[in-house]
């Protein structure tokens, strides 16, 4: 029988497979792990993943979990409304490489919806945080945007009655939105970043090879965030 390797068992592919520009994908979790146990003493959590019968996933295993947050910029998405994004990344403590486990797109912190319909209109970054925190014991974030633009927004997950736990959010000191994707490409040259083929993270950055400029985007700037915290802060180690 063929052992599954990790793109097998969870689509997702390194940076220099060659891959096709999508349409992004709805936010969704993108591999949701069976089982979970939260390692309190290391600040870890190890996961279990889904796996043919007599398999191991190869995902399987210790993590650090760390997530990126862009707070909605300019320009703006096609609707004419400035969005943001966010990242929830996986540093596996034994391999050291990191894996973009979810991602999504927003506008606001909860949900905006019809009053005839209840059909959403403006999706909230509150459903990521309660979804990441369920999935991964996740409800930490890094940001590299100043404080007059995080502050804002921070007030409204706490306000918020959906958003339980509340999350807690690093500023990255000495990073910004133009310079904090350095450690993307350093991890991709090492081999040392995976993320879902097609979703929204391999299209921006599928895009942002081809498009260099002084604007990362809101997708570039969540996931610098995330690596980038992680690299400052990493796990701590007894």
Same mark, same amino acid.
């Given at each position: 029988? /063929?052992? &599954?390797?990790?793109? !097998?068992?969870?689509? &997702?592919?390194? %940076?220099?497979?060659?891959?096709?520009i999508m349409t992004p994908q709805p936010p969704s979790s993108i591999?949701?792990?069976d089982r979970k146990a939260a390692n309190l003493k290391q600040g870890t959590v190890l996961l279990e993943f889904p796996a043919a019968p007599e398999m191991e996933n190869p995902l399987n295993g210790e993590y650090y979990m760390r997530g990126g947050i862009c707070w909605p910029l300019t320009p703006m998405s096609p609707n004419g409304i400035a969005a943001g994004f966010a990242v929830m990344v996986g540093l596996n403590v034994k391999s050291q490489g990191c894996i =973009?486990?979810?991602?999504?797109?927003? *506008? =606001? +912190?909860?949900n905006i919806t019809d009053d005839t319909s209840s059909k959403i209109i403006n999706v909230g970054a509150g459903s990521f945080f309660n979804r990441c925190w369920s999935d991964f014991f996740a409800d930490t %974030? !890094? +940001? *590299? /945007?100043?404080?007059? *633009?995080?502050?804002? %927004?921070m007030l409204d997950c706490i306000r918020s009655k959906s958003v339980q736990p509340k999350p807690h959010f690093i500023a990255v000191p000495g990073e910004t939105e133009d310079t904090c994707e350095r450690k993307i490409w350093e991890a991709m040259a090492a081999g040392r970043l995976k993320y879902k083929r097609g979703g929204m993270v391999a299209t921006a950055l599928d895009l942002r090879r081809i498009q260099r400029g002084n604007n990362p985007g809101r997708v570039v700037v969540a996931l610098g965030a995330a690596l980038t915290g992680i690299s400052l802060y990493p796990p701590r180690r007894t």
């Open positions: 029988m /063929q052992k &599954l390797t990790m793109e !097998h068992a969870s689509g &997702l592919h390194r %940076y220099w497979t060659p891959s096709t591999t949701k792990p =973009v486990f979810d991602e999504h797109d927003f *506008v =606001v +912190i909860d %974030y !890094h +940001i *590299v /945007q100043p404080d007059a *633009v995080h502050r804002p %927004y």
